[in-house]
């Protein structure tokens, strides 16, 4: 069996808080529409799951939802907003990425836009190492839970399947991952992570 040597890192509720809410209640207050229709709007054919496959750029969204949702921002503004995603890291989360580095090397995979693949590695420096691999979905236009994200997400690596463990706080994503052979971890908080990797031997 192929030892394993590469971890796989979600980044939003993983490693990063995210502050959603703020984000919608921000949209609304510029827009048309309440939280629960906005929230709709964004699930639509051209919307925040379109941006993160790569099919529709955050120029293109900002057009869509000020059509869709009447929102009267520029892009500038939207783009002030659209940044404000981030609420600072999950506790522990530093010393769970000092172990795993220690014996590891890790990655961070993201179902993530152009928007936030440009902030966060600049925003979060200091949780970030030079050697770190990012992948984020909208480049490669597949999201997870999507087997070939997974398998793009190897390549990128260089790993086999048996190769790469993922944590993510989403469990289609972990089933997603198993399903192609790799060890996945739901996460729940950064202890309960510790404590499983531990008790599997993988620390």
Request: charged letters at 30%; aromatic letters at 12%; hydrophobic letters at 45%.
């Amino acid at each position: 069996m192929a030892d394993v040597n590469w971890f796989l890192f979600d980044l939003g509720n993983t490693v990063i808080k995210l502050a959603y809410e703020r984000v919608m209640a921000n949209i609304c207050r510029d827009s048309s529409v309440d939280r629960d229709q906005l929230l709709e709007i964004f699930e639509e054919a051209g919307g925040y799951r379109d941006m993160e496959r790569g099919a529709t750029t955050f120029w293109d969204f900002h057009e869509f939802v000020s059509s869709r949702a009447g929102y009267r921002g520029d892009i500038r503004r939207f783009r002030e907003v659209w940044s404000d995603f981030f609420d600072g890291t999950i506790p522990g989360i530093e010393e769970v990425l000092q172990r795993i580095r220690a014996r590891y090397r890790v990655a961070f995979l993201s179902n993530s836009n152009e928007i936030h693949a440009e902030v966060i590695p600049r925003k979060f420096a200091g949780l970030f190492q030079k050697d770190d691999r990012f992948i984020f979905s909208y480049r490669f236009r597949v999201a997870k839970p999507d087997p070939e994200m997974f398998h793009r997400a190897l390549e990128v690596v260089g790993a086999l399947p048996a190769q790469a463990v993922l944590v993510d706080d989403l469990i289609e994503n972990v089933l997603g991952a198993r399903a192609i052979g790799m060890r996945a971890y739901q996460f729940r908080d950064s202890a309960t992570l510790l404590r499983d990797l531990t008790a599997d031997g993988l620390l």
